[in-house]
């Protein structure tokens, strides 16, 4: 990664333009070895057992350096301003400060129950994780900062699958929870870099239905619905908001303010130095200080609730073998934040979509003609929001695609 920064401002000129150079060199080694067994315990009970054993070793080297811009060569002269105006220590962290080794057993166990032809019941548990590792981009002074650990997690789910009136209907249910342990989260380091970090643990528990209908020979209906109740029970360091890290400034200036306005000499310089550190606090300060503790509430991209309904026909004309497949379904999302440190103008509201295809083709043949909408109403929404970098107070997101609609041709070569 490499960034200029030449003219900062109207008052300050740095002699060259400067460039902060930062590498990630990683080598890595994995290896598991996994087994499963199955015991029919009755005509119909049945158990799952299964074991994994993970072997994963890592060793990086990552390094930040101030150069010239348009060089990959370290200019040591340059290592003042890349330290202030672009919140990065040079440093050069090698294999024998970054080097990783885990050893993971997992394990998985499920119980089936054949309650009847139609009606199949089950119930399980396993456990899994998510390996650690290095920040390509890492600023600060310590190794710390560029490594991360693994993230664990133990699930538990119970459930119920059934085919009803003689297949023509089928129903699903299922509960879950999860226990997330050292959970790895992005976050925005208030400049031009995410750092993933072990930040929370968590709880996840939900409800999941969904349901199919033959209600004709050639009309078809579905339905999916979800509640997601996800809550951090550990995440007092998450990123500030930019409302948060502006009312710390605030705080400490007018601290400082009301110590320069006392009429007391002597507290002038405890003033003005309030006032210094308040105007330097970064996004990383801010979370460093718990302001926005998490504890209790949710995550991004999490819908309390979902929803879905599809409409399935099938159209023959007569003899002729042609026939129309028409699908239309509308999906709906409840609201849900955008941003990881949950800022409430990264909330997008709830909304639904509707998609529509059509497929002509002749039965037996390996041609298909469809016709594809997404989005037919065009409904705006968005599924990415952060601070922009470098610029306070300035968000960004990215835009979910407006209608689209395309004709396609498909073969089948089976």
């Not at 000129?13 to 080694?29: H, S």
């Not at 699903?172 to 790895?184: K, V």
Request: proline share 4%; with cysteine; net charge negative.
């Amino acid at each position: 990664m490499v960034e200029n920064c030449g003219t900062l401002g109207a008052a300050v000129t740095l002699p060259t333009p400067l460039a902060r150079v930062n590498t990630l060199d990683q080598e890595g080694e994995a290896m598991a070895i996994y087994g499963q067994a199955d015991f029919d315990l009755t005509s119909t009970l049945q158990l799952t057992l299964g074991l994994r054993y993970t072997v994963e070793d890592k060793q990086a080297r990552q390094t930040v350096f101030a150069a010239n811009f348009g060089s990959q060569q370290p200019n040591p002269d340059l290592n003042v301003p890349l330290l202030v105006f672009l919140e990065a220590t040079p440093h050069d962290f090698g294999t024998d400060q970054l080097d990783r080794s885990e050893n993971k057993l997992n394990y998985s166990a499920s119980l089936q129950w054949a309650v009847s032809d139609q009606v199949n019941a089950y119930v399980s548990t396993s456990s899994g994780f998510k390996a650690g590792g290095f920040n390509s981009v890492a600023f600060g002074p310590s190794p710390d900062q560029a490594e991360f650990d693994p993230e664990e997690v133990t699930a538990y789910e119970i459930g119920i699958k059934s085919s009803l009136f003689d297949g023509t209907a089928q129903l699903n249910a299922a509960y879950f929870f999860t226990e997330i342990e050292d959970l790895q989260v992005a976050q925005f380091s208030g400049d031009a870099s995410f750092i993933v970090q072990n930040a929370a643990e968590a709880e996840v528990q939900g409800l999941e239905l969904d349901a199919r209908f033959q209600v004709t020979r050639n009309l078809a209906l579905t339905t999916a619905a979800a509640y997601t109740d996800f809550e951090f029970t550990s995440f007092r360091n998450a990123g500030c908001t930019t409302q948060q890290l502006q009312a710390l400034r605030q705080a400490a200036y007018d601290q400082g303010s009301a110590l320069l306005g006392d009429g007391n000499p002597a507290n002038d310089a405890d003033g003005f130095a309030a006032q210094a550190r308040g105007s330097i606090q970064t996004l990383s300060n801010c979370a460093a200080l718990g302001i926005n503790d998490l504890k209790g509430r949710t995550a991004e991209q999490v819908p309390e609730f979902t929803a879905q309904f599809g409409v399935d026909y099938h159209l023959e004309f007569g003899r002729s073998g042609f026939a129309i497949d028409t699908l239309a379904e509308v999906v709906w999302n409840d609201k849900q934040f955008r941003q990881t440190d949950l800022d409430p103008l990264t909330e997008s509201g709830s909304f639904a979509k509707t998609n529509l295809s059509l497929s002509f083709y002749r039965v037996g043949n390996p041609w298909t003609l469809m016709l594809v909408g997404r989005n037919i109403f065009d409904k705006e929404t968005f599924s990415y929001a952060n601070d922009a970098p470098v610029l306070e107070n300035v968000r960004q997101q990215i835009v979910d695609k407006p209608r689209t609609v395309k004709l396609q041709l498909q073969y089948d070569f089976q």
